[in-house]
Each structure stands twice: as C-alpha cells, then as structure tokens.
C-alpha cells in the first residue's frame, strides 16, 4: 500500500454578514503547500465556506489519497473548525487532523479532546509541518522533540517541547502554490507580504503580543514573486501588501515604491498597504512615495479618538499624529483611507464616545469622500495584554457569553457599563459617521475629481469603500451620473468642448417617472419644484437629441416668452449647469 501523501489544508468560515469566504487568497497556507511540495509531499488548499468542507474533505480523501488535514483556526471559525475535526476522525480512520493558524496559541487539552484532533501546531509552520508530516507519514523523528507541536498527554494535559522560533531567512520560501488550489476556477496572486513580525506593544493585538522580531523580505524576491503572480493571472490589477507594518523603514518603502512603478510601466495595477500611524507621521514623504506608486487604499489605526484610551491600548500614537497623517495622505492625493474604531474597550464611557464621535467627524471634515471609519467591537485575541489580564483594562471577559457572539470569542463588558450601552454606544457612533458624510455630501464638500476617483476604483479594480457603498450609491442621480462618466460614456458639461457643445447630446440620469413626484398636479424633485421650462428640458435631455435641437424644440415651446432664440438658449445652458450640479444630466457625444 503506498503511502499517503496527499496533504488537505483549509481554512473555511462560517457564513456570516460582513466576512468573507477566506482571508484574501489565504496566503498562509500557499506558502504551506510550497514548502510541501518542495518536500515531496502532494498538498492541496482549500478556503471558502464551512458548509461546503465535508464534501470538499470527502472528495479529495478518495482522489489524493489524503494522509492528513490541517485546519487553519481563527477567530471567527473555531466552532467550525471543532466540528469539522470530529467529522474527519469519525469518518476517516487513518487520517491525521492538525489544527493550526492564528487562534492555535489558545487552542488546548480541552479543545483536542473534544474535537478529537491530533495536533495543534502553534506559530509559523514552514518547519514544523514538514517535520510532524514525516513523523505521520513516514514515522520519521521524535514527536516529542518537534518545537511548536501540541499533542494530548497522558493525563489529559496538554504535551509540547516548547515553541518554535519565527522562520529567519523569509526569502529562502517558495513562492506561494497557487496552482494547488482545489477550486482550480479561480485566479490567484493578488496579495504578497514584504515581512513578518511587529515592534509594537498594542494591547489589543495578537501579533504585538507575540514573536515581535521583524523579519524582511528583500524587495527583489518581493518583485519577482509580484512578476510571477502577474504572469499568471492576466485580470490581477489590485494588489494587497498584507504586511502588519510595511512603513517602518523608509529607505525601503522607496525602494519597493520604485520597483512597482516599473510593474505599472507594463501593466495597470494599484495597491493596498497597512501603515502604523507613528511611523508616517516621523516620515511622512512615505506618503508621497506610495502616492505616485500607485497606492490606492492605505490602512492606518485609530482605534479611538481619546488620548487617554489610546495610551492604555499602548498605540504609541496620539490623536494629533491621526490627524496629521490624514491630512498629508489627503495632500497626496491618497484616494481610499480605511480606519477603524474600537467600541466597547477600556474607560468606554458616554464622555469617551463623545471624545470619539467628535474626532471622526473631525477627520471625515479633513478627507471628506477619502477617508473610510468603520467600527466593532473590541475582541479578546489570545494572549494579548486584554485577554491575559482583562481586570486591569477595567474589562470583564464572558465567556459562558462566547455563544451570543458572531464570530468565536466571548463579548468584553467594560465596569459600569451593560451590553446593551455598549451596543448603544456603537450605534451612536456609526449613526454619527453616517450623517457626517451624508451632510459633507449635501452641502458640496466631497470634490468631483474625489466622487469620480471611487467610481473608478469599483469599475476599474473592484475596490469599493463606505462612500461608495453607502452614501453615493443610495444617491440615483448622482450614481447614474458617476457611473456614465466613470464608463466614458459621457462627460460633466464642463468637460464637454465649448465650441462643439451645441453638437453635444444632453442627458438625464434618471427615468422621470421613478424620479419626478406629480402628485400635487406639479413636477418636483426632492421638495424642489420644476418650472415649465426646466421640466421639458428635463424631458428633452433623452440623450437621443443635440443640444441644439433640443433649444429648437423648446423654442417651438416657449419662444413667444423670450427675446429671441438667443436670449432662450442662455436660459437652457444655465439650466443644464444647474443640472450638472444636482447630478441630473450629463453629456454625450453619441
């Protein structure tokens, strides 16, 4: 009988409002399957939803002879990753289960004895997975002398011999084995890491709690893997740097931003980096760097706008430095900013919210139609400050609660606070953000060059942000507008050439019976009640007649009210002007 090397990893979610199927292209376990791969073994990855793993598993245990699956855990799939473990050993007698990723550091005894799991491997496990799968597959090596293995003990207990160091020299990785993906349908490549690792202490954060040692990638391994992704994949135009801190060495920022502009020579793509706030701020012609490189959307960390509440997190930021930042990232004309702020953490207070809610309208006041501020709740990762002493944040962790909450960690109550002011608070919060921007909207502080930018962004490389979604889309005159212009299809009338406007095609953006209100015996939009004259134009403007036929019409209409055809004509450019700028018409060459 030959030996089975096939080799399953997956990392599935459940089906849940606002998360996705699989973490971008699921980078970790591409990297894994390489380093299978270049071990002999036959890996295959899969990621998508939990619902379709078990005959995702049982089609691939009978076609590649499958010695051992490994689930990658994370926050929001620990349940389903327990589940899907029982589900392997009761049916498949012979496969080894591990149990890996994130969320590994805080699985234990308990978690093994009821998922019926073989083992839990904690940390990067470029060596350590090839080093347990020669012990599965070939009984090769002493499972008890495999750094970063977790096993059941004897006495229920929990045996290791203690964790594994991060992997060193990062450019002696393979590039990722996309071509092992199991849905063989979908394109690939479009994230990459430069480094690994993180210097700073946030309370709240896994990553600033455990192996803090940055490692680097150099950027010339970074760009053939770039090059390599690109070749492969003909449609990849966005591209997602999924380093935790990829601004903290200028110098190389530069460098990375120079070598990606010589991508953009030979094809359109953008990016998306995350940034920590402090770093931009010491140095920050980085902004500028990434600007002209094509940077699309930068994610910078707010957390809160209370000083106080910042510096018990350990952000080693101050909301003077948030502001700054925004600022330049706006002067360089940075299209997409993405923030988030944290609800419900230490010294949560209806003051704190206030502080906050003020402080995000401040930003969305300095990049209106840019900057995107979303907010949740804030999560007791494993074995961060939060999580190991919770009391001393003024913090309670629930976790009889574990099974109220969406994703796999308990609600965190905060001292004199209930749940329901925490989710209050929440609300409030978001109620805020929203009516901030739908007022900077209405009152004409978002730019037509920042609208169009994220129109653009959605047409061009798939990237949408909260205005987008939220505010511009919700809008069908602006919308349709946006989006025709977006297309080519037509043009702002400022954009139309003076001397060939009378050639040109006016045209709405809405259908009249959907937009035009008659109810009162009188056409109005919105409260804003049409005259005649703007009323036909609005009715000429099909998109089917010059702009010259349509002054005839009109004066056909209402010439005997005017000083000649002249006189009429001005009346109707002024009026498509205003119309431009309530987003009713457009022009068209065609």
Known sequence: MSLKKGILLLNIKRPLNGLNAGALDCLGLFYLAAVLEN?????????????DAPEVIETNIKEKNVGAIGFSCDYQNQTAVEELCRFVKNKYDGVAVIAGGPQAVALGSEFLA???CDYIVRGEAEETLPELLDYIIYSKGDIAQ????????KDGGLETPGEREPF??????????????????????????????????????????????????????????????????????????????????PQRVAEFCDEFNKLRKERKIVWYCEAHVRTLAKHPEM???????????????????????????????????????????????IPQIATNLIIGGPLESEKTTDETIA??????????????????????????????????????ISAENEMKSFDDYPPVSVDGLSAEDIIASRVKTARSISKTMQRLLKEDKITYETILSQYSAAREYGVTSMWYLDVFKRKAALDEYFRLISLGAAVRMADAPEDELMQWRPQRTFEIWRIVDMRNGYPQIDGYVLSPLEFELLLHSSGKL????????????FGDKFDGKNSLAQQILALLKKFDSLYWTVFCKI
């Open 39 to 51: 071990k002999g073994y036959d890996p295959w990855v899969f990621h998508g939803l939990a619902g």
């Open 546 to 557: 010059i702009l010259s036929e349509v002054i005839n019409g009109l004066y056909d209409i």
């Open 146 to 153: 495999i750094k970063g293995v977790c096993r059941a003990g």
């Open 168 to 249: 060193e020299n990062l450019d002696s990785l393979p590039f990722p084995a996309y071509h092992r993906a199991v849905e063989g349908c979908r394109q690939y490549g479009g994230t990459v890491f430069t480094g690994r690792g993180c210097p700073f202490s946030c309370a709240f954060c896994y990553q600033s709690n455990h192996k803090k040692k940055v490692r680097l990638r150099s950027i010339k391994s970074v760009v053939e893997e770039l090059k390599s992704n690109l070749d492969k994949n003909k449609d990849l135009k966005y591209i997602t740097v999924m380093d935790d801190t990829f601004t903290l060495n």
């Open 359 to 396: 402080f995000a309208e401040k930003l969305l006041n300095i990049a209106p139609g840019v900057i995107d501020i979303t907010t949740g709740f804030l999560r007791p990762y494993p074995g961060t400050a939060i999580s190991k002493d919770p009391a001393a944040f003024g913090l309670k």
């Open 287 to 333: 902004l500028k760097y990434m600007a002209d490189a094509g940077l699309l959307r930068l994610q910078i960390g707010i957390e809160s706008g209370c000083r106080q509440i910042l510096d018990i997190y350990a952000k080693n930021t101050t909301p003077e430095e948030i502001e700054f930042v925004v600022r330049e990232a706006v002067k360089c004309k």
């Open 114 to 116: 009821e998922s019926k």
